[in-house]
């Protein structure tokens, strides 16, 4: 069995890791939620026959697949453009804010 790499990471530089993680708090939790919400719904649209249901769960699977890859773009986006993080190494800003479109 392979370490964890974020275990690694926190052992490695732990300034660092407590600064992003707490920077981008709401995007970890909403990549958590959304894939939360996609595993569920995968295994609840088999044990439902009815179609509006299947549908339902269709939807909340490309709408839980949907959101990961846009998070993740925004948070590498947000730090190849560089966050402002204070002396105290604290994250000063919120984490949309940085977000522009691909050229």
């Given at each position: 069995?392979?370490p ?77 453009h560089?966050?402002p ?19």
């Amino acid at each position: 069995m392979s370490p964890d790499p974020s275990g690694a990471m926190f052992a490695a530089f732990p300034d660092w890791y407590a600064t992003f993680f707490s920077g981008f708090y709401l995007a970890l939790f909403l990549l958590i939620v959304a894939l939360i919400f996609r595993g569920v719904a995968i295994e609840f649209r088999s044990k439902d026959a009815r179609p509006g249901r299947r549908k339902m769960f269709d939807a909340f699977i490309v709408i839980g697949s949907l959101i990961p890859p846009f998070i993740w773009r925004v948070a590498l986006g947000n730090l190849l453009h560089g966050v402002p993080i204070s002396a105290h190494l604290n994250y000063g800003d919120r984490f949309l804010p940085y977000e522009t479109p691909m050229p």
